[in-house]
């Protein structure tokens, strides 16, 4: 139990409430133990919980926010009877009953209990005291660990402050450091501050893992640094600033790492985007950027995500794979490994398609180690991730608009670009759109071997795919005149899926044959035969050959060119 005093923004007491349960929530809504009147007020906006360790206030108001002695805040507690929560023109204050709630009406301590009178153990109490007492045990870890959480996060808040006050005062020049030198001076920054705040830091928190939390919040990613640090992690998903989730294996799980606040989630949002000369605020709330490392990075702001500020990371792998690695994951069998290398050595024009998450990119990094060194390669990207190891390549990237909504440049206008850039192959990060059009043209003249990406659930569905991103480009094209471009430019698709195990696999490998009563015609050469599903849930199954042979195996042989038949056998 604890009393709410309610006053105005001048200090006059409105109103005198008694809080008789664990939680009470304030807001506009009439369900609200609290009403407050205002635009700028959420239907639920606040809860108060009460915990062991006193009252807490947690804001439900999705972006609008609280503010607690004026700081903003997004949970702080326990409260003392001085602090004041801000909540539109309304201040409020929290006054806890002195004696602490228990946990359970029954579980009263006995009164004159002798020290030395033997109780009665776990094991022998009945199923039934067992089963109360574990429940009361895990109960009280909860809050306990709660509690501390809690606990770091406001030492963690004030060391943040202190560390940039002192920054601040030093008069640091972050932007004349590298990167080993902005860690060494704010690391023993951070050490100073500590040592400085040692009689007043309560002895349960660690002192180390706070230091690395504050310097991975000033200068790093928060708690999201040991996540990229595992290689094992592919993607980050924030959700808001306490609920996280990551994929590992292809399967996601939810993480205890949380950051303190919606404000530090937005703090790293902008410490990614700024040095890519991008922004995000309310006329801009969504971007699209990478890391130094290359993983790919989207972020979302409010009012358009409820919750709060949104991220996305999509990790970009350490080490660069190669063939031989996804032939070890069993995504790619050694013989259609042995085709797609003749199909690029031999400047076939390549589609890889896929769902999302299906490994696209991925591949399509894999499949570029196949072009020779000896040639000019331009890759276009939205946002630039793919890494080829081939000495002579020219990496261009799209730019959203600016301010004033101009200066922008599309992958269109860059795929247009780079064919007075006298490429030998063109590679697009993935056609979305208009550009559809001027890459199969770019196939169509000159520019074969050339290699690109396009969301599509299945060979026959990238068809229909294309002829729409072609008509996006504002050209009245027939549909004939459509599928003719998309015959004659395009060899061979690549099909991808993610499995239900969180494998991927290719699944097809199409050839197109051309075009015939109005239909583009293909061909499968390679697909994966799925056979079951073992015990512990993994995809069973096998890459097979259909028998059928490409039309350019037939012409390199007739050519006299070497090449192994037996693998579509």
């Given amino acids: 139990m604890f009393e709410i005093i309610i006053k105005d923004d001048k200090g006059k007491e409105l109103n005198t ?57 997004s949970t702080f507690g326990p409260l003392l009877p001085s602090d004041e929560i801000s909540i539109s023109s309304y201040r409020i204050s929290i006054v806890p009953e002195t004696k602490p709630i228990p946990i359970s009406p029954t579980a009263q301590e006995p009164e004159n209990v002798d020290a030395d ?30 509690g501390q959480q809690q606990n770091r996060f406001l030492w963690h808040k004030r060391i943040h402050e202190k560390l940039m006050n002192a920054m601040d005062l030093r008069r640091t020049d972050v932007e004349s450091m590298n990167d080993e030198e902005l860690t060494a001076t704010v690391k023993s920054l951070i050490s100073e501050t500590i040592a400085e705040m040692e009689q007043d830091l309560p002895r349960e928190i660690d002192r180390i893992k706070l230091a690395k939390d504050v310097l991975n919040e000033a200068i790093g990613l928060g708690p999201l ?10 993607e980050i998903m924030v959700n808001s600033y306490n609920d996280i989730y990551y994929e590992k ?8 790492v949380t950051f303190s606040s919606n404000g530090a989630v937005f703090s790293v949002i902008e410490r990614i985007v700024s040095p890519l000369g991008r922004r995000i605020d309310e006329s801009s709330p969504m971007v699209d950027a990478r890391l130094k490392d290359g993983s790919r990075v989207n972020a979302i702001i ?6 709060g500020p949104c991220l996305t990371i999509r990790k970009f792998a350490k080490k660069k794979l190669t063939t031989d690695d996804l032939i070890t994951f069993g995504a790619i069998s050694p013989n259609i490994v042995k085709f797609l290398q003749a199909a690029v050595l031999n400047r076939k024009n390549i589609v890889i398609s896929g769902g999302t998450g299906s490994g696209k990119t991925t591949f399509l990094n894999v499949l570029s180690g196949f072009i020779p060194h000896t040639e000019r390669i331009v890759t276009v990207e939205d946002s630039a991730e793919l890494q080829l190891a081939q000495p002579h390549v020219v990496s261009l990237e799209a730019r959203p608009p600016n301010m004033e909504g101009k200066g922008a440049v599309t992958i269109r206008d860059l795929v247009k670009n780079c064919l007075r850039m006298r490429p030998d192959r063109i590679v697009v990060g993935e056609c979305r759109g208009g550009e559809t059009l001027d890459m199969l043209q770019a196939m169509n003249t000159g520019h074969d071997g050339s290699l690109t990406t396009v969301h599509a659930n299945s060979p026959r569905d990238l068809i229909s795919r294309l002829e729409v991103m072609v008509m996006m480009a504002g050209m009245e ?68 050959a259909t028998g059928r042979v490409p039309e350019f195996y037939e012409e ?10 037996n693998i579509f056998n």
């Fill in 302 to 307: 409010p009012p358009l995500a409820l919750k």
């Fill in 117 to 146: 009178t033997e109780q009665p153990s776990l094991e022998d109490s009945s199923p039934l005291v067992r089963s109360s007492i574990g429940v009361r045990q895990k109960f009280d870890e909860e809050i306990t660990e709660h």
């Fill in 477 to 544: 094209l027939p549909e004939k005149a459509i599928r003719e471009q998309i015959a004659s430019s395009i060899n061979i698709i690549i099909q991808q899926a993610r499995f239900s195990d969180g494998t991927r696999k290719i699944t097809h490998v199409s050839e197109i044959t051309g075009i015939e009563s109005g239909v583009v015609q293909m061909q499968n050469i390679f697909v994966f035969k799925q056979r079951s599903l073992d015990e512990d849930g993994r995809v069973q199954g096998e890459f097979k």
């Fill in 225 to 234: 640094e040991d996540f990229l640090a595992d290689d094992a992690i592919t």
């Fill in 556 to 565: 390199l042989k007739q050519r006299g060119l070497p090449v192994d038949m």
């Fill in 17 to 73: 409430l008694q809080c008789t349960k664990r939680k009470c929530t304030i807001g506009r809504s009439g369900k609200n133990l609290v009403q407050l009147k205002g635009w700028r007020i959420a239907g639920v906006h606040a809860e108060l919980h009460e915990k062991e360790q006193g009252v807490y206030v947690s804001d439900l108001s999705s972006g609008i926010g609280i503010a607690v002695n004026g700081d903003n805040a």
């Fill in 249 to 256: 294996q292809g399967k996601l799980f939810k993480s205890k």
